[in-house]
């Protein structure tokens, strides 16, 4: 089976841009998540999509939104981009995303520089 | 907020010596999990341990679970070069109904020189 694909890799965007990642889980799961990884926080989590239904968010601003298709590939949007927003975008997919037992497999992620 | 917080967060070895890095947390947990990360690549999970497990083993890799202590430890025995990496605990908690999140540790940055 394929891996998790994020698409682009790399990305670099300047202050006030919204940028549009993309995610495909392995086939046959249907829980997608994603995390941002920064040096100064870790990794901390954005919101888990399944079924095509937002089912959990963390703790970040509205400019910060997801979606996910009837495929189960996702993408997230990031608006009015800041600094602070540079960091690398992982997703991460599961069968039903149950995540107690429920492995989750990690895509390479999305490198975002904003300038 | 951090859930877990690993400990070490740097661990320098020599190749063949075993590695031991220990993650806390704060509040129950139903499950916790570690994951190595290549140098700002994605994670890939390595084991898993049940709330009501003490031990678990997969290879050359044992953890531990201490509830009462509310910590966890990931020993890698015969370390190789290629385990260097970044480690990271992963604990679950309810994030309302029956749905859970990971919530990861900053992680220990293991490094095995030859």
């Known amino acids: 089976k394929a891996g998790v694909t994020q698409t682009p890799r790399y990305l670099i965007k300047t202050r006030g841009q919204q940028v549009t990642l993309s995610c495909s889980p392995i086939s046959g799961h249907r829980s997608v998540s994603w995390y941002q990884q920064t040096p100064g926080q870790g990794l901390q989590f954005l919101f888990e999509?399944?079924?095509?239904?937002?089912?959990n968010k963390g703790n970040f601003p509205g400019r910060f939104s997801g979606r996910q298709f009837s495929n189960s590939r996702s993408e997230m949007n990031v608006s009015t981009l800041e600094l602070g927003d540079s960091a690398l975008y992982l997703c991460?997919?599961?069968?039903?995303?149950?995540?107690?037992?429920?492995?989750?497999?990690f895509g390479p992620g999305t490198r975002l520089t904003v300038l | 907020s951090q859930q877990g917080e690993e400990d070490p967060q740097a661990l320098s070895i020599q190749e063949g010596e075993n590695a031991t890095m220990n993650c806390s947390y704060k509040t129950s947990i139903n499950n916790l999990q570690w994951y190595r990360q290549n140098s700002g690549r994605g994670l890939v999970h390595l084991i898993l341990?049940?709330?009501?497990?003490r031990e678990k083993h997969s290879g050359r890799l044992r953890v531990t679970l201490d509830t009462s202590k509310k910590s966890s430890s990931l020993l890698i025995t015969a370390s190789r070069a290629a385990d260097t990496a970044s480690y990271f605990c992963a604990t679950d908690r309810a994030s309302g109904g029956s749905n859970y999140k990971l919530t990861f540790g900053k992680g220990t940055l293991l490094t095995v020189n030859p």
């Open positions: 999509y399944f079924s095509e239904t937002q089912r």
């Open positions: 341990i049940r709330s009501n497990e």
């Open positions: 991460a997919s599961s069968l039903e995303g149950w995540w107690g037992t429920d492995t989750q497999y």
